[in-house]
């Protein structure tokens, strides 16, 4: 993204110039509905992100700009400040985090924009937390590491945007490595860089462009099943706490005891945190033809098992089996949303256009196209 028109407004806002900051959006490639059962994810930092250009303006107000909703705010940094536009919850919410963790962050000037499609699920309100964390922490000399920016970022969710979320995306934006993703364990918070060098592929998604009203009750119900199958194991095998915890024997063990509904939803999960692994050891020898298997394993499951795909997602993994794509799977939580699909380079364009096509055919709906390349976490450019 070209940071120019930042600069400009700054300049004319505010008579100067200040740092500039970017914090990238996130893909996950594998490891879907895992996090809350304690198990692992597959995120990476992508070549989309959030940009801010920040100066101290040695008072205890923040003057903010949002270039691309063209609106601004001010706001004290003391609880009872909280500002009226929810954009700027997040700014002030990482600024009342870091207080509470003993820093001081003082009054600033900032222009802020970005390029991280809205309601693609790859995480924009992260990117932008994470990219006001890691500027605040160097412009301050705080000393956060980049762990502790993105439990900021998540704790801002929680506190002042009212976003019950896990860790995930905070942890992508901060902690990213170009030509890596990043399996976290999501029960120890413990991490390691698995490289990605798919040569000869390309990541692209394609956002089907509705979301299913009945998303957030459904997430909860997903739950609730998951929590009732771990009681059930727990009272022969008290050391399970999590679907994480158990295996396809101790499921097995139970099968009798608890709704079919919610064997099946325990059922996708356990296999889910094999597939991410076994994900991880195939990358480890460069064979990307499993990795792809095991997306279409994880979309069959999420579709079938889990519950939370629907028509539009379902018709575009389809059109990928057709074109030949090696890899396709719903991102994110589901009912809607982008495709991620891993598909080889002289493929691309035919799969592109063919599966574009068909689904504006089927649902009169123009779906939109986004190539990721795995990049770099938070970091100052200028």
Known sequence: MDITKIREKFKSLYGTTGDVYTSPGRINLIGEH?????????????????????KPNGTDKVRAFALDLNESAEFGLEEADK???QWACYIFGVCREMAKRGKKVQGFDTVFSGDVPLGAGMSSSAALESCFGYALNEIYRLGFERFEIALIGQATEHNYVGVMCGIMDQFASCCGKEGNLMRLDCRSLEYAYVPFNPKGYRLVLINTCVTHNLAGGEYNKRRQSCERVVAE??????????????????????????DPVDYMRAEFVVEEIQRLLDACAAMEKDDYE??????????????????VS????????????????????????????????LVKSELYDNFVKTATEAYKKQFNIDPKVYDVVIKDGARKLA
């Open 83 to 85: 500002p009226a536009q």
């Open 34 to 54: 895992t996090d809350y059962n304690g198990g692992f994810v597959l995120p990476g930092a992508i070549d989309k992100a959030m940009y801010c250009e920040i």
């Open 290 to 307: 499993t990795v792809g298997k095991l997306m279409y394993g994880t979309h069959e499951g999420l579709s079938k098992k889990y519950e």
């Open 310 to 341: 629907c028509p539009e997602l379902d018709f575009l993994n389809d059109q990928a089996k057709a074109c030949g794509v090696s890899g396709s799977r719903v991102m994110g939580g589901g009912f809607g949303g982008c495709t991620i699909n």
């Open 233 to 258: 194991i727990a009272k022969t095998h008290p050391e399970v706490k999590l679907l994480r915890d158990a295996n396809l024997d101790m499921l097995k063990e139970v099968k009798s005891k608890v």
